[in-house]
């Protein structure tokens, strides 16, 4: 079945250039009506001029599409709040947001400032958290939301001279974990994408022949499943060049030490089992950590824990 989004309202952050002008395309052509929001900077966030928004409309206008161009920076509320409401007003509904704008500082943290580190994580996270706050309470009316995060192997793994980004990466994981618990009686799905893409944000650390598989087009696809009606929720989607994976936080069932043995060296004679990756399980929730432990202590005291 053709995945389509006719009479949905769609909100791609950052979508003047990359990986969210394609998204911003691929929604529009299969029906959305697009709001393609870019600050129009450059990769550091410096500057910023609309022509690259502007730029896309016409193109998904050329095709046929309707979509309307706005400025706002995502790291400050009152312009996010402000591109919400005059999405309210000419389409009514807004039924999917990608979070897609994002900037770079790369720096090795013993040379990174503070401020560079304060940016990205305003820009990401804050951004991210801002659009999403600013559509809320609108998907709950609607009792219908998608809304996607951009995430990074950077910060789910790690990636030398980038600790503020992977730290603002890591967030949006942190704010889609409880937001997946709050929305779900509201049939809002929350989601995340890993991609890699050949870019202006990653030109030049890209080889040449690598840079021309890894094209924003191959993402894209993961996107539009993850935004879809019938799409996944609590899901951390990595993609590039064709590649699609699925990134988990899991835990090992661990074990419980008698009173005893609740010394760092007790952990370290029983390594081997705390860390054992073939017992590892996904939590749902943060509360089910406590159950497990508390299960286990109790019964490891031979006390019922009903
Ligand atoms: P890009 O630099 O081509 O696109 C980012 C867009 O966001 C730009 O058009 C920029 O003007 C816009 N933007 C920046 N700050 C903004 C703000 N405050 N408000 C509104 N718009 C703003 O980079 P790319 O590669 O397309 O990145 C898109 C997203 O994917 C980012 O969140 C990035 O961190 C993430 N990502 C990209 C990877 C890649 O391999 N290209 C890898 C992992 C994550």
Redesign the pocket.
């Known amino acids: 079945m053709t995945i389509r989004y006719d009479g949905q309202v769609a909100i791609v ?2 979508a ?5 002008r394609s998204h911003a395309i691929a929604l529009a052509a299969r029906g959305a009506k697009v709001v393609v ?5 450059s ?1 550091d ?1 410096s500057g910023g001029s609309s022509d ?1 928004a502007k730029a896309v409309v016409a193109e998904i206008e050329a095709a046929g599409g309707e979509a309307m161009a706005n400025g ?4 400050d509320y009152a312009q996010v709040e402000k591109m919400v409401a005059e999405t309210m007003e000419r389409w009514g509904r807004i039924d999917i947001l990608v979070n ?4 770079l500082r790369d720096k090795s943290f013993v040379k990174g400032s503070l401020d560079d580190f304060k940016l990205v994580v305003d ?2 996270l804050m ?1 991210s958290v801002n659009c999403t706050k600013a559509v809320w309470d609108i998907m709950r009316e609607q009792a219908y939301g998608r809304i996607l995060v ?1 995430t ?3 910060g789910l793994y790690g990636n030398f001279g980038q600790a503020n980004y992977g730290s603002a990466k890591m967030g949006v994981i942190g704010m889609m974990n409880t937001l997946v618990l709050e929305g779900a009686k509201y049939n809002i799905h929350v989601n995340a994408l ?4 050949g ?4 030109e030049g650390l890209i080889q040449e022949d690598a840079f021309k598989l890894l094209t ?1 087009e191959t993402v894209t696809p993961a996107v539009l499943y993850m935004v879809s009606e019938g799409g996944p929720n609590r899901t951390i989607l990595s993609a590039g060049a064709g590649g699609y994976a699925v990134a988990k936080i899991v835990e090992t069932e661990g074990m419980w030490l008698p009173p005893e043995e609740q010394t760092p060296e007790g952990i370290a004679a029983h390594w081997d089992q705390i860390n054992d990756f073939n017992t590892v399980r996904e939590l749902k929730a943060g509360g089910e950590q406590t159950i497990k432990f508390v299960m286990a202590a109790a019964a490891g005291h031979g006390i019922s824990a009903e």
């Open positions: 952050t950052g003047g250039g990359g990986l969210g929001n870019d600050l129009g900077g990769v966030g690259a706002a920076n995502v790291a897609n704008a994002g900037i820009v990401h951004g951009t990074s192997s950077s890993a991609p890699t893409a870019t202006r944000m990653t924003p």
